[in-house]
């Protein structure tokens, strides 16, 4: 079990301070090393930090536009001093280096407000350290700046409207469903509606909305403080990840009484949430009465528009898409400028599909009939498939094809 940061009260050593000797110039020099990554990962947006003992060395790794880039190579020794700094700075305790802690701190970013996370785990060489990078601004972000395509934006907007039922956002780990959670959030809050959320981990804060988080030793279940939260009668809910039955349960539950209850699942595409749920042991019929709309995501790396050029994908790569392609229809490729510091890439784009039941559906489902069945109902209904929006964003110059196609 991670380890509550600042559960402890503890002397802070000067940085590089170990068995009573105090920091030299070059431990200081180290200290100002690893301030100068972390801050150059946050202005660049990177994702994550990465601090990787070896037997020889400490290898230095930044996610940017989801692709580890060794940025540093650190000497075998700097590796408690290291440790130390970044633990100070997520306020945990640096006497403890055999089990895992997890800490946090926040700085600004120019006019952005970046938050940070930090993990150790301990290893064969020393303790890994990853700094995780949470951006606030996302939490602003609006459904008309997530790239929907416009008529699953418009579909969407109209499920959202209906003030009642339940959303579901799924996807891998890492695939952007809280920014499309906290956006739909936006887009349903109201002055004269109660909105709450009761979320493991509150990554951004959203005024007008009451939001709880279990602490780390909670004497009640994910699934009662659901229902705690229920009671509340709010007409807006977030309720975090569904992971087992009694999630599940609590969480329809609270959709049956007129609310917007939003959460998040772990799926391959929108119908094998809906399979997932019933796999849980979820009545199908409860699901037709209280699902309006489940999205599927993934995130690829955004292409620079600065240096992106078109080329020609062959014919493998064509026929891996699945669909007739125009002859003429142009792909593009990352090349690599000083705007996106050579990598080809700035930042992240999201993909994806929506499913909403319609009557017909809902009688498949409530008969059980075979998910590859309801699916090729919804796509004959005029559901726009994840592959679809991701080749048309590669056709559009926002990512590569081989990336859409290896995120699916």
């Not at 290291?82 to 305790?93: F, H, P, S, W």
């Not at 990554?203 to 705690?228: C, L, N």
Request: proline share 6%; hydrophobic share 40%.
């Amino acid at each position: 079990m991670l380890e509550k940061p600042g559960t402890e009260t503890m002397r802070r050593p000067a940085p590089g301070e170990a068995a009573g000797r105090p920091a030299g110039a070059e431990e200081k020099n180290l200290v100002a090393q690893i301030d100068q990554i972390i801050n150059e990962a946050a202005s660049a947006r990177a994702s994550e930090v990465h601090f990787e003992p070896g037997p020889e060395n400490l290898v230095v790794r930044v996610r940017q536009a989801g692709v580890l880039k060794v940025v540093a190579q650190l000497p075998e020794t700097s590796k408690t001093t290291v440790a130390n700094r970044l633990k100070i700075m997520g306020q945990m305790d640096i006497t403890k280096f055999r089990v895992p802690q997890s800490g946090y701190f926040k700085r600004a970013a120019g006019e952005r407000k970046v938050e940070f996370y930090v993990y150790t785990v301990p290893t064969l060489y020393g303790e890994a350290l990853v700094v995780r990078i949470s951006d606030k601004q996302s939490a602003t972000m609006h459904l008309a700046e997530l790239s929907m395509d416009p008529k699953v934006l418009a579909t969407y907007r109209r499920c959202l409207a209906k003030g009642s039922g339940l959303y579901l956002v799924s996807g891998p780990p890492g695939s952007g469903k809280r920014t499309t959670i906290y956006a739909s959030i936006l887009e349903v809050l109201k002055p004269d509606r109660l909105a709450m959320a009761f979320d493991p981990v509150i990554k951004y804060e959203i005024a007008g909305m009451v939001q709880g988080k279990p602490e780390d030793k909670s004497e009640f279940t994910f699934a009662e403080a659901i229902e705690a939260l229920m009671r509340q009668e709010p007409d807006v809910a977030y309720i975090g990840d569904i992971a087992c039955e009694a999630d599940a349960r609590a969480t329809i539950q609270g959709a049956f009484a007129k609310r917007i209850v939003l959460a998040r699942m772990s799926a391959n595409d929108s119908l094998n949430t809906i399979q997932n749920l019933i796999d849980m042991g979820i009545q199908p019929f409860l699901l037709a009465a209280s699902v309006t709309s489940v999205i599927n995501q993934r995130l690829v790396r955004r292409l620079c528009e600065a240096c992106r050029e078109p080329y020609a994908p062959d014919e493998s790569l064509r026929r891996e898409v699945g669909y007739q392609l125009p002859e003429n229809v142009a792909f593009f490729r990352a090349k690599g400028c000083p705007s996106c510091n050579g990598t080809g890439y700035h930042g992240a784009i999201a993909l994806f599909e929506l499913y909403h039941p319609s009557e017909e559906l809902n009688k498949m489902i409530v008969a059980k009939e075979p998910m590859q069945a309801i699916r090729a109902r919804a796509l004959k209904e005029g559901m726009y498939p994840l592959k679809w929006d991701g080749v048309r964003k590669a056709a559009g110059g926002m990512a590569t094809l081989e990336d859409v196609l290896n995120s699916l």
